[in-house]
């Protein structure tokens, strides 16, 4: 399959951050993408990624001055996790998972993940990105993998969430929504999209919100202070559910891949106390993904 236009390296040489993360802080949302040679691409894929292999992300784990990885099973490799469960077994175990399974998984296919390092699978729901799932199969693969103690990642645009909503709020687990929902920053922190999203994190306390990926979000740019109060309102309204990542290496972005040092240097204007970026950054994702 050919290069698609979203194809873009990730950042070649990110800055340095002004912020220093906490001692064991968690880069709770990244992604490994083969090498193709050793670990191919689904062929159902919507884009093709860069090769970003394990190596370069514990590498710029050290440099940004994260502790941890928590890596994330992308559309590119499709429900074939064998990238995910290398780069958790060589982590010395610092990286833990989140796999996309199908429903015909065979409980020992469930078992082995879980020894990897996995506590989670991903549900997405972003047209451009995947075909259609029916609901009734991603409710039998929820309850195949509640009984582990994992949760469920959702992944979705914040216009859609009327139609899903009920869907999500069925789920038997912890549920962990990606990038904030992806608001529409222009809309403003009123609008009724974003009151929804709110209002399901407030009735319903097994939701977890990630505060990441101001740059898929940002109108302006860099260093993307129009996402800033939409993560600033989550983490202050939620601080015991609320985690943060890096989302490298920032696959099938438009135009190009961020700077993750500019990144990291966000954490501080959306979670303002030492407090609120301990718990963002440590005592949150902790119990989530290394409670054992």
Not at 1 to 20: D, L, V
Not at 179 to 197: A, I, N, S, T, W
């Amino acid at each position: 399959m050919a290069m698609s236009a979203g194809y873009i390296p990730f950042h070649p040489n990110p800055s340095k951050p002004r912020y220093q993360p906490p001692p064991g802080a968690v880069d709770a949302h990244c992604h490994v993408f083969g090498p193709e040679d050793r670990f191919p691409y689904a062929p159902e894929r919507k884009y093709t990624p860069c090769d970003a292999p394990k190596e370069k992300l514990f590498a710029l784990r050290d440099f940004l001055g994260f502790d941890r990885n928590v890596i994330v099973q992308a559309t590119a490799h499709g429900k074939d996790n064998a990238a995910l469960v290398d780069a958790m077994l060589n982590s010395n175990g610092r990286a833990r998972g989140v796999a996309t399974v199908g429903e015909e998984i065979t409980k020992d296919e469930l078992k082995r993940l879980h020894a990897a390092g996995v506590r989670g699978v991903r549900f997405n729901f972003v047209r451009r990105l995947v075909d259609f799932t029916p609901r009734d199969v991603l409710e039998r693969i929820a309850k195949r993998v509640a009984p582990l103690g994992w949760h469920i990642v959702i992944y979705f645009e914040m216009a859609d969430l009327a139609d899903l909503e009920s869907f999500f709020t069925s789920l038997p687990t912890e549920v962990v929504v990606d990038h904030m929902g992806r608001p529409e920053v222009q809309k403003g922190l009123d609008h009724p999209d974003f009151l929804r999203y709110l209002r399901l994190l407030d009735q319903h306390r097994n939701f977890w919100s990630k505060v990441s990926c101001p740059e898929r979000l940002t109108v302006a740019g860099a260093p993307y202070d129009d996402v800033v109060p939409f993560a600033k309102k989550i983490v202050e309204s939620f601080p015991d559910r609320v985690l943060w990542g890096t989302d490298w290496p920032h696959p099938n972005m438009p135009k190009e891949a961020p700077d993750d040092g500019v990144l990291v240097d966000v954490i501080p204007k959306i979670a303002v106390t030492p407090a609120l970026q301990q718990k963002l950054l440590v005592d949150n994702p902790m119990p989530l993904y290394w409670s054992d």
